[in-house]
C-alpha cells in the first residue's frame, strides 16, 4: 500500500512538474554583470517564458473532485436506491435514517475542503519582497516577480527566496531550517545558497539559478502539500473494513429478502420493499461514522482550548497509541534561546566583579542582532545601561568591532583598554593548548564557550595576530525547558520510547538528553556514519539519541521504526522535517517552528509548550476508548439484523422490522446515548485491537437480539397473531434487550450515566406513546401482549449466559495464545 501510495505521490510530482515545463519557454542562459544585472526586456523575456519565481501550487484534488468523492460513494449509492424504492411505496416515514446519511456527506466534504485550505495556506517563504539588480539600478519587487538569472542582494536578516550563487561578496548563512544543523555556514564568491535559508551575518549579490518549481523549497513543497490519500488510524481502517463486509452482504442479502417475501411468502409489494430495506439498512453502521466525527470534533475543540490544534483529527487516535515518539533537540527539549550557564576564570588571583563589570559594559555596547548576544546581555546586565546596543556617556565602548565571521571575534575598546570576546581557539592562539582540557570540557557537554579577554593590539576585525590575556571563559547553552523532564517521564511511564534526531553533535544532544531524562540517552551515533538503509533501520532500534542526521536519513528512520512495526509520532519544526512529519504516523510541530512544518503536521502545539503533550495524548485516549465502548452498541444492531435476516431466508418468514421502527430503536439505544458515552473521561491506556475488542463485545447481544426476535415471528405465525403485532412486540423486544447492553456498558454507573439511561429510557417511552404513527407503533392484541412479555422474561437470562459464555471463549483463546508464544519462545 504504502509503495503504491509514494509511487502514486511521485507520479503527480512528475506531472505537475511536466505541466510547468511545458509552459516554459525556450531561453539563453546568461550571466550578467553582478552591478548591472538584466535588462528590463531580458527580465520581460524569461517572466513571459515562464522562468519566473512563481509559488508552487501542489493539491491535486479540486473542490468539486472533493464533494464528487465524498458524494459519489457505494453505501451513499445504496441508500438512494432505497430511498427511491421506499418513496415508490409511499411510505415516507420510513426515509428517517437519511439524515444521518445525508450528515455523514456533508461531514466528510468539509472536513476534506477544510484539510485542502490549510494545505494551499502553506508558504514555506517569509520573503514577500526581494532587492533585485535590473540595469544597474536597485529596487524592491515581489519575490515572484524574479527571473532566472536576476542578480539579488542578500543582506543579514534576509531569507533566499530562490536557489543562488554568489557572485560578489560573503555571508553567512543559517541553513537549520534546511538540514537540521544550527551552525552557521561561510558563503563565498561561486557557492549557493539554497531557497528556504537564512543570511544571518554580511552582504552579497547572487545569481538566480533555479526558480520556482526547480528550486529546493519547491520541490520540498510539492512533496509537503502533497494530500495523504489512504493514511488512516487504526479505528478507521476498521471501520472501513466494517463497511466493506456490510457492502458486500448487503446487496444479495436484500435481493433475496425481497425474492422471497414477494414471490414465496406472497406479502405486497409494499411490505416486501419495507422490510427488506430495514434490513438492508440494520447492516449498514451508517451512525457509527457520524459518532466518531462527532467525539472527534469534540476532541479537536477541547484540545483547541488548551492552545493545541490539529489539522488531522483522527491523528488523536494514533497518537493515543504511539510507542515511539520522535523529537528534535531544539526547540522541543531545550527552548529556542541561549542563556549563560556559568562564567569560568581562567586566572587566579582576579578581580571577578571587576571582570563582570567589564563584560557587562562590553555585551551592552552589542548590537543585539543575534540569540549569543542577547543571552550574553540577559546574563550580564549593566546597571543604568538602558536598552541593549545603547552606548552611555562615560560608561559605553570608545570604539566596538562588530563580530567577524572570519576572525570568530568582536570586540570593543573601554576606557583605552582593547577587549575581545570569541571563539577560544581563535583568540588564545597558541595558547589555546593550555585551555584545551578545560574548554573541551563544556563543549563535549554541548556547550558553546567564548574567551573574555584583553588584547595587546587594537582589534580590527581581521584574524588576530597576537594572543589575548584571558580573563574568563563564558559558558552558555539552550536551556532545557522546565517542563521537558516530567513530560518525558510520563512518557516512559506510559511504556512510549524516546528517539532524540537532530542535526547538532551526537555527544552534545546524548547530553542534553540526559539533564532531561530520557532514558538510555547514553546510547548515541553519529548519522554520518549510517552509509546504508540497513544500517539506518539496524540503528533505530539500537539507539537512542541520533546526531548530525541529514533530512532523509530523518525519514528513513521513520520509516524503519514503522517497519519494526513501532506506532511513530515525529516532532519538528524546520523544512528539513517536512519530509519524516509526513511519513510519520502522528506529526507535531511547535507554533514557533517554520510555517511549513506547521502546515504539514497533524498536531500542532500553539504555544510551543511539549508538556501540552500528555493532555493530547489523554483526549486521545478518551475519545478511542469511548467511541469503542459506544461503537459495541452500533454494531449490535448490525449483527442483529445480519443474523435476522440469514434466519429469516432460512426459515421462510417475513423480515418483521419497518425502516421506521429500525430507525427508532438505534436513535435511543444507540445513537443519543452512544454519543454522550464518547464524552465521558476515560485515560485507560488502549489494549487491542479496535474491531476485535468491539466485536467481541457486541456479539452476545446481537445474538441475543436476533434468537428473540426470530422466535418471537416464528411463534407469532404458529398462534396466527398478526404482522403488526409482531413488528411492535418486536420492536419493543430490542428496546428492553438494547436497554439492558446500555446498562452493562454504563457500569460502573455515575450520575451522568444515570441521566444517559434514564433520558434515553424516557425518551423512547414518550415516543412510543405519543408518536407511535411516526415509528410504525400499532395497538397489540392480548396474545401479542402476553407472548412479548414471555421473551422479555426470558431476555435477561439469554443475554446473561451467552455474555458468560463468551468470556469463557476469551480466556480460553488468552490462555492457548499465551501457550503457544511460550512454545515459539523455549523454541528459539
Known sequence: MRKSMEKHMRIQEKKKREEIGEKRGEIERLCPDCLAGLDEEQARARGEAGWSNEEVDASFLTVK?????????????????????????????????????IINTVVGIVQEVRAKRVLEKMSMLHAPHAEVVREGKTRQIDSRQLVIDDIVIFRAGSQVCADAVICQGQVRVNESLLTGESEEIEKKEGDTLLSGSFITAGKCRARLDQVGADSYISRLTMQAKAMREGEQSEMIRSLNRLVKAAGVAVIPIGIALFSQSYFLNQETFRDSILSMVAAVIGMIPEGLYLLTTMALTVGTVRLARKKVLLHDMKSMETLARVDVLCVDKTGTITENEMEVKEVLWLEEDQEEETIRAQLSRFVASMDPENGTIRALQAGFPEKGAGKPGTVIPGKGAEAVIPFSSAAKYSGAVLDGICFVLGAPEFVLLEQYEEYRERLEAYSAKGCRVLVFGTCPERPDGKPLQTAVCPLAAVILQNRVRKEARQTFAYFAQQGVEIKVISGDNPLTVSETAKEAGIADADRYVDARQLKTEEEVEKAAMQYTVFGRVLPEQKRLLVRALKKNGKTVAMTGDGVNDVLALKDADCSIAMVSGSEAAIQASQVVLLESDFSRMPEVVGEGRRVVNNIQQSASLFLVKNIFSFLLSLASLCFVFQYPLEPAQISLISMFTIGIPGFFLSLQP???????RFLSNVLLKALPAGITDAALVAFLTLCGEAFHIGGSDISTAATLLLAVVGFMILYQICRPMNLIRRLIWWGCAAGLAGSVLLVPWLFSIGPMSRQGVMLLVLFILASEPVFRYLTQFNEWLQRLFRKLAQKVFHRNVCAK
Open 65 to 101: 473532485d472533493i464533494v464528487r468523492k465524498n458524494v459519489c460513494t457505494y453505501f451513499n449509492l445504496i441508500f438512494a436506491v432505497l430511498a427511491v424504492l421506499v418513496c415508490i411505496t409511499g411510505s415516507f416515514r420510513n426515509l428517517s435514517f437519511l439524515p444521518v446519511v
Open 682 to 688: 476515560n485515560l485507560e491506556r488502549i489494549r487491542g
